[in-house]
């Protein structure tokens, strides 16, 4: 009896898939913003992610991501210097923004939903993510874009809250593309 | 015999006045916002200052398309090389109010910055992002705007001493109150 049931436990760790981890070349994390009328690209250039994902059985799977917050890069160096002070990322305070989901299930054709918490400042708030899935060359690549409001996570404090110059509204367009296994 | 008076056109005096005053207000803002900290104001005059060199392009075309319908009345009696010098301050004055907005607008794209008129219509990226090529054209946008902050002060000095010297009718055809056949 006991064996049967560490034989079983040992199948089941075996089947389960396992954590694929991150081909960073190929994934990308963008925040899209717009500052009077113009969308602004900032990209983030660090992070992790953990995924393990059957398109088959969406409800079993999970991914997390860890992003760097201070390698937000909004391609001009005087812009930079001022998103990780403490009015927009305070990246010294808080290094990092994660995803973790907390429930996947499927969405039409290839077509998934993510929910999950977003923590962002040190805010954590429930979102889902509307995810695209594909298989390419062996690689699984999650693609979407996740709308949020910047001032639900303190994201421009002060003058900066004023959205006529800066929109309350942010894209977080992600692709997250699993290494070879 | 009196001769007829002969001088600009209202729709050429308004293309003048109207884009003289949208560069009175572009460039001393244009020289005061990138010094300030970054900050929502900042962000805001420099939105301002591209609309403006929008709006002054949107004219300047207007002005040269009607110019080419009305030519200018020729150049009051007056010494060959000063009618020249004349000729050649307009012609490049002409060639300044389309080039300078449109290296400001180039120089946006180069840096990575849409240019979106009034926050509402975006004006096609035609360069795409390149640190060296944007830091290149923000010294070109410089200089063509010396250039034309030079020859605008040649061309108001000239003005003046016509006015004031010469006591001719050349001021009084731009600034009708001023036409001393009046």
Known sequence: MKKTATALALGALFLAPALAQLDAAKSSVVAVSKQMGVPVDGKFKRFTAQVSFDPARPAEGKASVEIDIASFDLGAEDFNRETVKPEWFNAAKFPKATFVTSAIKPAGAGKFEAAGKLTIKGITRDVVAPVSFKVEAGQQVFEGVLPIKRLQFNIGEGEWKDTSTVADDVQIRFRIVTAKK | ?182
Not at chain 2, 20 to 35: K, N, S, T
Not at chain 2, 49 to 72: D, E, M, N, S, Y
Not at chain 2, 134 to 162: E, S
């Open chain 2, 1 to 182: 015999m009196t001769l007829p008076t002969i001088g600009y056109g209202r729709t050429a005096i308004a293309l003048h006045w109207l884009i003289a005053l949208l560069i009175f207000c572009a460039f001393p803002l244009g020289v005061y916002m990138h010094e300030l900290p970054f900050s929502p104001g900042r962000l805001k005059l420099y939105s301002y200052h591209k609309w403006i060199g929008v709006t002054v392009f949107l004219l300047a075309i207007a002005r040269v398309a009607w110019r080419i319908g009305h030519p200018a009345p020729p150049p009051a009696g007056m010494p060959a090389w000063q009618r020249i010098a004349s000729v050649a301050t307009h012609h490049l004055l002409y060639v300044l109010i389309l080039a300078v907005p449109v290296s400001g607008w180039l120089m946006s794209s180069a840096k990575g910055f849409q240019t979106v008129y009034l926050g509402m219509i975006p004006l096609p990226d035609l360069l795409a992002k390149d640190k060296e090529l944007g830091d290149m054209l923000t010294t070109v946008h410089q200089i063509l705007n010396f250039t034309m902050a030079a020859l605008v002060i040649t061309h108001v000095a000239a003005a003046l001493k016509h006015y004031v010297v010469d006591r001719d009718e050349v001021l009084g055809r731009m600034i009708p109150l001023l036409d001393r056949k009046k």
